[in-house]
T-cell receptor, first 109, second 119 residues
């Protein structure tokens, strides 16, 4: 599984877009990029995943660079309830998920 | 449609005791994975069960064992508890059949966790 690198923490103003970056320069062709988030003391919540193309769902958008070495998770209108630790994971799937330390996003009123 | 459920919510044990944690997967899912999350750390994979057999295992000692039942629910057992076993234990479910058919990558859905405190 490819190693991912994320900033330790980020702040975002409420109502603004939150852009969370992730580097996965060693990702292989069959590895997906997954995003999960974990609100304090709760189980991780699946957000989105993708292989090559950009993806969008009701929660977020995932932008993957053409060389697939990095990606950005976009929360279009951050709310206070989006304050959480966000994990970027790159792996083939159907396997265990390797969580790093993630990015602690704080949405500020 | 119920999501992944876990019981109990909280548990307090003493060193040397044994504990059993339970998990019911999301409807339609056939695979259960267990994770341990120590305070301030990301979840760490313990093992995964499919068709009632351990399919994969992380770097955890044999004191950690599991079981999957015909209805896909699962148990995590920890023997000879140590203080360091205090953690949030998470269960995640997924569908391997869906993965093979759709080839769209695995999506694991997590339960709320069981908070184990070892004194």
């Amino acid at each position: 599984d490819a190693k991912t690198t994320q900033p330790t923490s980020m702040d975002c103003a409420e109502g603004r877009a939150a852009n969370l970056p992730c580097n996965h320069s060693t990702i292989s062709g069959n590895e997906y990029v997954y995003w999960y988030r974990q609100i304090h003391s709760q189980g991780p919540q699946y957000i989105i995943h993708g292989l090559k193309n950009n993806e969008t769902n009701e929660m977020a958008s995932l932008i993957i660079t053409e060389d697939r070495k990095s990606s950005t998770l976009i929360l279009p209108h951050a709310t206070l309830r989006d304050t959480a630790v966000y994990y970027c994971i790159a792996q083939t799937g159907a396997n265990n998920l390797f969580f790093g330390t993630g990015t602690r996003l704080t949405v500020i009123p | 449609d119920a999501g992944v459920t876990q019981s109990p919510t909280h548990l307090i044990k003493t060193r040397g005791q044994q504990v059993t944690l339970r998990c019911s997967p999301k409807s339609g899912h056939d695979t259960v994975s267990w994770y341990q999350q120590a305070l301030g750390q990301g979840p760490q994979f313990i093992f995964q069960y499919y068709e009632e057999e351990e399919r994969q295992r992380g770097n955890f000692p044999d004191r950690f064992s599991g079981h999957q039942f015909p209805n896909y629910s699962s148990e995590l057992n920890v023997n000879a508890l140590l203080l360091g076993d205090s953690a949030l234990y998470l269960c995640a479910s997924s569908s391997l059949l869906a993965i093979f058919l759709a080839a769209s990558g695995d999506t694991q859905y997590f339960g709320p966790g069981t908070r184990l405190t070892v004194l």
